[in-house]
């Protein structure tokens, strides 16, 4: 039996406190920049003072608990995000904070005081914001948010303002220099480890992220007088496109360590019932966890789009392309002999979704631990995790901040 130094039932009082921080009759709903995110961290800044962190919000908005070191050696940190997508989840994001801070809790109540301090963090907005943009904290303070970014506006507000109403200050943003280590605790957010003998995910790499848009023209015509074989029917090409990008995503996926390509938006005009199609557009969310693959199938996609019937023609443009992320390879052996020791099973994974830990291994060496969650089910009301899985995940960071604080 495992003898666990976290206390299970103090994580899940606070994971069940913040999920009832949430939009009336919309559970688990705590957006960024919205009055009830703002409940949120008030309750969460409570909770880091009450632990004896010292609190403050940085430039990029994030609500950081510091526990102060002995030596000045510079910072581990661990943490996550808080908000949450529309109608979403209530482990996601959340359950890393309050792992982050269950950890500096235990820490004291152990007499364990480390070199390093130790900076819990709640990063602002990882997921999609009122503005259109994610993981804003994370990377403000990988110094890399986009200047153009603040002043997009959402009623009335830039963002550049709306990180002053949330306490940071977009004019003091940059990287921030001082940290040694980054560890993130998450659900997995898909199926592998609930279905599998591991405890729990060590997270190898962040898989990049690509858009791409495909807008193919045909020619309209009338439904009912065009006889079959003389249309330039745009739908019927674009449709026979979304069935070959299946099969090839599923080739690649067979292939790499992991790949995925969907068709997440497909609208045709002038969408009436007695018209033939004149024009389809697509929208493709393609991720890739090496490089080389992403390449390899832009490459296919561009030929596949220039082989199209007689009178059909497409453009492909690729609207955002993210590069994969590594994690560092020292801490992901650090975190599997952590695992060991807690007497827990690790797996090594690659994610799919994209983290705060992709722009933080931008300014220090980052890894990530999942965790199981019901069904891989995420980013909708039926999403859960067990208890006793996140308190699992605690206890190997828990394990492996005390390493990297001796090493």
Same mark, same amino acid.
């Given at each position: 039996m495992?003898?666990l130094?976290?206390?299970p ?7 069940? &406190?913040m999920?009832?921080i949430t939009?009336p009759?919309?559970?688990w709903?705590? $957006? ?8 949120g961290?008030d309750w969460l800044?409570a @909770?880091?003072?009450?632990a004896g ?10 609500l950081l608990g510091r526990l102060a070191?002995s030596?000045?050696?510079?910072a581990?940190?661990?943490g996550?995000? /808080?908000d949450t997508v529309p109608d979403?989840g @209530? +482990?996601d ?6 792992v982050a801070l ?5 820490l004291?109540?152990?007499g364990?005081r480390l070199?390093?301090d130790?900076?819990v963090a709640?990063?602002?907005? %990882?997921?999609?914001s009122?503005?259109?943009v /994610? ?6 303070? &990988?110094?890399v948010?986009?200047q153009?970014w603040l002043?997009?506006?959402?009623e009335?507000?830039d963002?550049?303002r709306?990180l ?6 977009a004019?003091r943003?940059?990287p921030?220099?001082?940290v $040694? ?13 609930e279905?599998?003998p #591991?405890?729990i995910?060590i997270v190898?790499a ?7 848009e495909?807008?193919? %023209?045909?020619r ?13 029917d745009a ?5 026979a496109?979304? !069935?070959a990008? %299946?099969?090839?995503?599923? $080739?690649?996926?067979g292939a790499a ?8 938006? +497909?609208a045709?005009?002038?969408?009436a019932a007695?018209?033939?199609?004149s024009?389809a557009?697509l929208?493709?969310?393609? $991720?890739?966890? #090496?490089? #080389?693959q992403?390449?390899g +199938?832009l !490459?296919w996609?561009?030929? @596949?789009?220039?082989?199209l019937? #007689?009178?059909?023609?497409a453009q492909v ?7 994969p992320?590594a994690?560092d390879a020292?801490?992901v052996?650090?975190?599997? &002999?952590?695992?060991g020791?807690?007497? &827990?099973s ?6 799919g979704?994209g983290?705060?830990a992709? +722009?933080?291994?931008r300014i220090a060496?980052?890894?990530?631990v999942?965790?199981p969650c019901?069904?891989g089910r ?18 190997v960071?828990a394990?492996?901040?005390?390493a990297?604080d001796?090493a």
């Amino acid at each position: 039996m495992r003898n666990l130094r976290v206390s299970p039932a103090r994580i899940e009082a606070d994971l069940q &406190a913040m999920a009832a921080i949430t939009d009336p009759g919309r559970p688990w709903t705590r $957006r960024a920049f919205s009055p009830r995110f703002d409940a949120g961290r008030d309750w969460l800044r409570a @909770r880091f003072g009450a632990a004896g962190l010292a609190v403050s919000v940085d430039a990029g908005g994030n609500l950081l608990g510091r526990l102060a070191g002995s030596a000045g050696c510079g910072a581990i940190m661990l943490g996550s995000h /808080s908000d949450t997508v529309p109608d979403g989840g @209530r +482990f996601d994001g959340i359950a890393g904070v309050i792992v982050a801070l269950e950890v500096a809790r235990v820490l004291q109540e152990r007499g364990i005081r480390l070199r390093h301090d130790l900076v819990v963090a709640d990063f602002l907005a %990882e997921e999609v914001s009122v503005f259109g943009v /994610s993981c804003i904290g994370s990377r403000a303070m &990988a110094g890399v948010l986009p200047q153009d970014w603040l002043s997009l506006s959402h009623e009335g507000r830039d963002l550049a303002r709306a990180l002053g109403d949330v306490g940071g200050d977009a004019a003091r943003i940059a990287p921030r220099d001082d940290v $040694r280590a980054f560890l993130e605790l998450h659900i997995e957010q898909g199926p592998v480890l609930e279905n599998g003998p #591991e405890d729990i995910g060590i997270v190898t790499a962040i898989a990049g992220i690509t858009r791409i848009e495909i807008v193919i %023209e045909g020619r309209p015509d009338h439904a009912g007088t065009t006889p079959m074989t003389g249309r330039a029917d745009a739908l019927v090409a674009a449709a026979a496109l979304v !069935g070959a990008i %299946e099969a090839e995503a599923r $080739r690649r996926a067979g292939a790499a360590s992991h790949f995925t390509a969907t068709v997440g938006e +497909f609208a045709i005009e002038p969408g009436a019932a007695n018209v033939v199609p004149s024009r389809a557009r697509l929208l493709i969310d393609a $991720r890739a966890a #090496e490089r #080389e693959q992403m390449q390899g +199938f832009l !490459g296919w996609l561009s030929a @596949r789009a220039g082989a199209l019937p #007689e009178g059909v023609s497409a453009q492909v443009k690729v609207l955002s392309d993210n590069p994969p992320v590594a994690m560092d390879a020292g801490l992901v052996d650090l975190l599997g &002999a952590a695992a060991g020791r807690c007497g &827990a099973s690790g797996r090594r994974m690659v994610s799919g979704a994209g983290h705060d830990a992709a +722009f933080m291994a931008r300014i220090a060496p980052a890894a990530m631990v999942f965790v199981p969650c019901r069904g891989g089910r995420s980013h909708c009301p039926e999403e859960w995790a067990e208890t006793n899985d996140i308190a699992l995940g605690a206890e190997v960071l828990a394990e492996a901040v005390i390493a990297l604080d001796q090493a």
